[in-house]
């Protein structure tokens, strides 16, 4: 008679599967309460009339509201119905959040305040780096630039080569957190073109630099140096992209 392996008593609960027209409902209203189509302190429609808004069940409607509550966007108030939250409680690193929050009318201020994060956190991790680089990290850096020289032409696979360097440093610096919330960030603001720009040839040539002085340092085991390369660089590169407010 075979037995059976014990299940650990710790074991977390299944993932949640929202339906997709729940998931669908979600995405809408989660990006209609970000950019304040619904404004923090307003009621979300009525429960009837989503349902004929997105032409769904009552069942999948509460799925969607509890999936928002979850993200901190609303929550239930008796007699007055599903209120929107004030972005003090929103989960502000969900990816939909994200999204929506990079598609405000005021999204540049998002967008600076992503730069001032990225300065915060990668300066540090690039002079960790600088530290603690071995021969065969350094080597692979090295590889990552050689790339990016290769794609000078091509504004968009210097782009994501870009990320590709910018990340083996996160690795090599050891720092697991920062480089979670370096990815999450910059990996939402990606798909706007106000953070990605249109650069020229001539553009990815001041870039290429920065990467360079950056990849020099590091490699040279100078900490501080490869701190200020890397401010250097994101600071310029931003300045060089960043749109002009109206």
Known sequence: MSSRPPVPKSSPPPPRHRPPLAAGVVQSLTTAIVTEEYPSG????PTGMLCEMYQVSRTVVREAITALAEKGLVTARQGWGTIVLEQNHWSLLDPQILDALFQRADRL????NLIQIRITLE????AEAARRVTKEEAAQLSAHLRTLAGLLDDAGAYASADIAFHDHIHRVSGDTFGRAIVSSLQGRALHTSQYSGNPTRAELELTHLAHTRVHDRI???DADGAAQAMREHITNSWARRRPQEP
């Open 42 to 45: 307003t009621a979300l429609p």
């Open 109 to 112: 201020r998002y967008l600076d």
């Open 123 to 126: 300066c540090p991790m690039t």
């Open 219 to 221: 490699l040279a085991g």
